[in-house]
């Protein structure tokens, strides 16, 4: 179960890890300013138990993938229900890969994004992932323009919520 303490230190990590040398301190001292006595130490900790617990995949950067050169398209797949988890962790494993979900769809149920240097490069990793799948196709959607950079979690609504940011 969450805490108080440990939504409010997801709150803050999702929206923005300072860019200094010592930002665990930095987000402990806007804790403490919201009320919260929790030390840099103490925060680090939090964030490594709540890594461990699976409520953090991950923190790390998002970069404008067009404006470095590289590009990106929506793809998906078709697999039986019975390998949907098989599948989406296999594409997962992509380094290319940010994310993956699924949809209740006849044709296409595993839908993913993918970012690499080239459309080249993304057919190429889209090509292994079929075989590896044992596949007959994929959907290839090229991406010609980006609506949205950023989706935050309203993570006081419980799990599911979301808010444009």
Same mark, same amino acid.
């Given at each position: 179960?969450?805490?108080?303490?440990?939504?409010? !230190?997801?709150?803050?990590?999702?929206?923005?890890?300072?860019?200094?040398?010592?930002?665990?301190?930095? !987000?402990?001292?806007?804790?403490?300013?919201? *009320?919260?006595?929790?030390?840099?130490?103490?925060?680090?900790?939090? !964030?490594?138990?709540?890594? /461990?617990?699976?409520?953090?995949?991950?923190?790390?950067?998002?970069?404008?993938?067009?404006?470095? *050169?590289?590009?990106?398209?929506?793809?998906?797949?078709?697999?039986?229900?019975?390998?949907?988890?098989?599948?989406? *962790?296999?594409?997962?494993?992509?380094?290319?890969?940010?994310?993956?979900?699924?949809?209740?769809?006849?044709?296409?149920?595993?839908?993913?994004?993918?970012?690499?240097?080239?459309?080249?490069?993304?057919?190429?990793?889209?090509?292994?992932?079929?075989?590896?799948?044992?596949?007959?196709?994929? /959907?290839? /959607?090229?991406?010609?323009?980006?609506?949205?950079?950023?989706?935050?979690?309203?993570?006081?609504?419980?799990? *599911?919520?979301?808010?444009?940011?």
């Amino acid at each position: 179960m969450l805490t108080e303490l440990d939504i409010k !230190i997801l709150e803050l990590i999702q929206n923005e890890v300072p860019l200094c040398e010592r930002p665990f301190e930095v !987000i402990a001292s806007r804790l403490c300013a919201a *009320g919260m006595n929790i030390s840099e130490e103490e925060t680090i900790e939090r !964030i490594k138990s709540l890594y /461990l617990k699976k409520y953090i995949r991950r923190i790390g950067p998002i970069f404008d993938a067009a404006a470095l *050169g590289y590009k990106s398209a929506l793809a998906a797949v078709k697999v039986s229900p019975a390998d949907i988890e098989k599948a989406a *962790g296999l594409i997962s494993s992509y380094k290319s890969v940010t994310h993956n979900y699924i949809r209740d769809d006849d044709s296409y149920n595993v839908w993913f994004t993918v970012t690499e240097e080239s459309e080249k490069k993304i057919i190429e990793t889209l090509e292994e992932i079929k075989t590896k799948l044992a596949i007959g196709d994929y /959907l290839f /959607l090229p991406s010609e323009k980006t609506y949205k950079i950023k989706v935050g979690f309203d993570l006081k609504a419980g799990y *599911g919520g979301t808010c444009e940011k």
